[in-house]
């Protein structure tokens, strides 16, 4: 049995959003628990769909002694502020010191986070703890499907494993893999090579989901390299060759740093074939990278399709509002969807969720089956942005107190303060409001207000690809709609500063120069 350290630090940072990550962000619980320190960490994660929950319940049963540490996460946003920083990584070294010697550290990651004073966050909350433990203490970390992976994060992590899935549910099970990796490498006490690739081309979000290529050819490969077979089922002697562990991480292009961008770290006992099995890998996605594109919608265009399709549909035509999916930075107010679908006349339609908390508490004042006379959305007035101004009915109204029950936000509970859906009856469509930013991927944040997903002719979600977990099953088709939104979706139109030159913007589009 060892002692084994676990904790965690999670932000995705958009350095292009309106809003930086506060202390306050990290210590409240949204969906997932707010800032837990010490002991009642352990409890505190259990049964959550997050990466700590996999790897505690994995090395409990493996038999080691836990160290909590502390964990905690706040909503994408803009950069974490320095004391929000220093607080939550002081907390890590300050216990880990206090709590040592340990045998080995296991830290629940994003990958993507950007402080006001460190590019890279991860690898510099990396490197204090390797000055704690030494070289040669093992630390193994889980990362997001959108982590900026850098070399920093390499040298300082002894393994680092992704997710696998986007939408991303195998978060936990990530974290299970990762405290497996931890203990087989505790036993065989000895490190492992590590061949690190970055790619020269900046994929948008939209195009990352695993379910569609060419996302999804590439993760079968991982597999079937770490199996030790080609695509075609013949041993190729990798296993032999001792490949441990393949990551691949497709970027967080809204992010203003050196390393943004897609990459690959190959784990193997033996240098030579790792460091083969990350060319191989590293040819197959640069090979794919037509691929990743598809057809992006204005929000007349989308609204237009979406009503000639429900004509004959029997099931929900999604609109996806993918550049202001909170889960990217975005503020989840923006109008320009719900602008059309007003004017398309979308009887049926709702869209969600909006975060307006003024509106919200408006709403409730007057309560249920009352006018509210006044403007939703558009809190920040991102793009010159102005709030819809309707007479809205207020149809239902809800605490926000929920349990999830989708692919990735089941058994969570939600706390997201008083929500409201209010119609336009003129038009026929409804908005759901919030009072604080969730990304629009479960089922359960439509039902708490008396919407049954299902049944809804047209849906706009403020998401990207998360939604398609719990709701694709459902939907007779899926558009992906542009509409304005702090998560720009083509990198071409960010104004980077500090991108590396010699990156592709996106695939196969012009070079930083």
């Known amino acids: 049995m060892a002692r084994i350290a676990v904790g965690g630090f999670q932000h995705e940072t958009n350095t292009f959003a309106p809003l930086k990550a ?3 962000d990290f210590e409240r619980a949204d969906a997932w628990p707010g800032f837990v320190r010490g002991p009642q960490l352990i409890e505190a994660v259990e049964g959550f769909n997050i990466p700590i929950a ?16 502390c964990w905690c996460s706040a909503p994408p946003s803009s950069y974490v502020e320095e004391a929000a920083y220093e607080r939550v990584a002081g907390a890590i070294i300050e216990d880990l010191r206090a709590q040592g010697p340990v045998d080995g550290v296991y830290l629940d990651l994003h990958g993507a986070m950007v402080a006001e004073h460190f590019e890279d966050g991860e690898g510099e909350l990396m490197r204090r703890i390797r000055a704690v433990i030494g070289q040669q203490t093992p630390l193994v970390t889980s990362l997001d499907y959108h982590t900026n992976m850098t070399a920093e994060m390499v040298r300082h992590a002894s393994a680092m494993l992704g997710y696998r899935t986007y939408p991303h549910v195998d978060m936990a099970e990530t974290g299970g893999r990762a405290a497996r990796l931890l203990d087989r490498m505790l036993r065989d006490r000895r490190p492992l090579y590590k061949a690190h690739r970055q790619l020269d081309f900046l994929i948008p979000l939209v195009w990352q989901c695993t379910s569609t290529e060419p996302a999804r050819s590439i993760f079968e490969l991982i597999a079937e390299i770490e199996r030790g077979s080609d695509r075609s089922g013949a041993v190729t002697g990798s296993h032999n060759q001792g490949i441990v562990s393949i990551t691949h991480t497709p970027g967080f292009p809204p992010a203003d740093i050196a390393q943004c961008g897609p990459a690959l770290v190959v784990y193997g006992r033996d240098k030579e074939a790792a460091e083969a099995a990350a060319d ?19 929000p007349d265009e989308a609204v237009g399709e979406a009503m000639r399709l429900a004509q004959t549909a029997t099931r929900p035509v999604l609109l996806a509002d993918i550049q202001d999916n909170p889960g990217a930075g975005g503020r989840s107010d923006t109008v320009g969807l719900l602008r059309a679908l007003i004017a398309h006349r979308a009887r049926g339609a709702v869209i969600g969720m909006i975060v307006d908390p003024a509106a919200v508490q408006a709403a409730t004042a ?5 006018v509210l006379e006044r403007g939703i959305g558009a809190a920040v007035g991102f793009a010159g942005e102005t709030p819809v101004e309707r007479p809205w009915r207020v149809a239902r109204l809800a605490s926000g107190v929920f349990t999830g029950s989708g692919p990735m936000y089941g058994g969570a509970k939600f706390r997201i303060g008083p929500m409201a859906l209010l119609t336009d009856e003129e038009s026929g469509v409804s908005a759901v409001l ?10 359960e944040m439509f039902r708490h207000v008396g919407v049954e997903p299902a049944s809804v002719p047209v849906l706009a979600l403020k998401s990207t690809v998360h939604f398609r977990a719990h709701f694709e099953p459902i939907a007779e088709a899926v558009l992906c709609v542009q509409s304005p939104g702090a998560h720009v979706t083509d990198p071409e139109e960010l104004p980077y500063r500090n991108l590396r030159k010699g990156i592709r913007l996106r695939p196969q589009g012009p070079v930083r120069c």
Request: glycine fraction near 8%; proline fraction near 4%.
């Open 280 to 298: 191989r890998l590293y040819s197959f996605i640069r090979e794919r990278e037509p691929a990743f594109a598809g057809r992006l919608w204005t």
């Open 22 to 24: 506060t202390w306050a």
């Open 366 to 370: 007057i309560g249920e089956d009352a």
């Open 434 to 443: 919030a009072c604080r930013r969730i990304q629009a991927v479960d089922q």
């Open 54 to 69: 996999g790897a505690v319940q994995a090395l409990q049963i493996l038999g080691h002694e836990l160290v909590p540490l």
